[in-house]
Antibody, heavy 120, light 107 residues
Framework: EVQLLESGGGLVQPGGSLRLSCAAS????????VSWVRQAPGKGLEWVST????????YYADSVKGRFTISRDNSKKTLSLQMNSLRAEDTAIYYC?????????????WGQGTLVTVSS | DIQMTQSPSSLSASVGDRVTITCRAS??????LAWFQQKPGKAPKSLIY???SLQSGVPSKFSGSGSGTDFTLTISSLQPEDFATYYC?????????FGGGTKVEIK
């Protein structure tokens, strides 16, 4: 059974940093791209970032480019999102999602999400 | 960036109704279109990929169609567990983009 378990969310002040993690199980992690998708309170889904299966390619939404860094450790089956210079508008539930292929591919499984609140 | 526009933004329907949701891309995306279902307080669930292919375990009452710029999601006979918000998403190119969502409510 595919499982994605996010952690690391919490309350952080504007300008602060936070690191999210996603622990994967139930599939060969190194064969698939993985992504972060967020949802602000009461709003729709917004793609944040994707990393390909071997970590050699990454893409970011313009809204987070230069502030967020996606990475993965295939030996530990873990996806991470380092978030710096956080803003109030980054407040959202952050979901980890598995892509069906190695790069540009649809999402097939989602984690339960972790809440990030940016507030003073 | 490719803009995804869903319509309607919300609809009221009764159990047993046939429901159709439309998604339009601002430029052609071939069939690189996915649909997701989200219930309140829950993570999204993947329903359809490649415009019409059902994800594993998704019941056949869900169907998708379309290619290019115009797509539809149809629920053949609405059941109580289908009341949720539905999103389309294109994966033709980065940045990946979602439609604004369609909330399906009970009439």
């Amino acid at each position: 059974e595919v499982q994605l378990l996010e952690s690391g969310g919490g309350l952080v002040q504007p300008g602060g940093s936070l690191r999210l993690s996603c622990a994967a199980s139930g599939f060969t992690f190194s064969n698939y791209a993985v992504s972060w998708v967020r949802q602000a309170p009461g709003k729709g889904l917004e793609w944040v970032s994707t990393i390909n299966n071997n970590g050699g390619n990454t893409y970011y939404a313009d809204s987070v480019k230069g502030r967020f860094t996606i990475s993965r450790d295939n030996s530990k089956k873990t996806l991470s999102l380092q978030m710096n210079s956080l803003r109030a508008e980054d407040t959202a539930i952050y979901y980890c999602a598995k892509n069906e292929g190695q790069w540009l591919a649809p999402f097939d499984y989602w984690g339960q999400g972790t809440l990030v609140t940016v507030s003073s | 960036d490719i803009q995804m526009t869903q319509s309607p933004s919300s609809l009221s329907a009764s159990v047993g109704d046939r429901v159709t949701i439309t998604c339009r891309a601002s430029q052609g995306i071939s069939n690189y279109l996915a649909w997701f279902q989200q219930k309140p307080g829950k993570a999204p669930k993947s329903l359809i990929y490649a415009a019409y292919s059902l994800q594993s375990g998704v019941p056949s009452k869900f169907s998708g169609s379309g290619s290019g710029t115009d797509f539809t999601l149809t629920i053949s006979s609405l059941q109580p567990e289908d009341f949720a918000t539905y999103y389309c998403q294109q994966y033709n190119s980065y940045p990946l983009t979602f439609g604004g969502g369609t909330k399906v409510e009970i009439k």
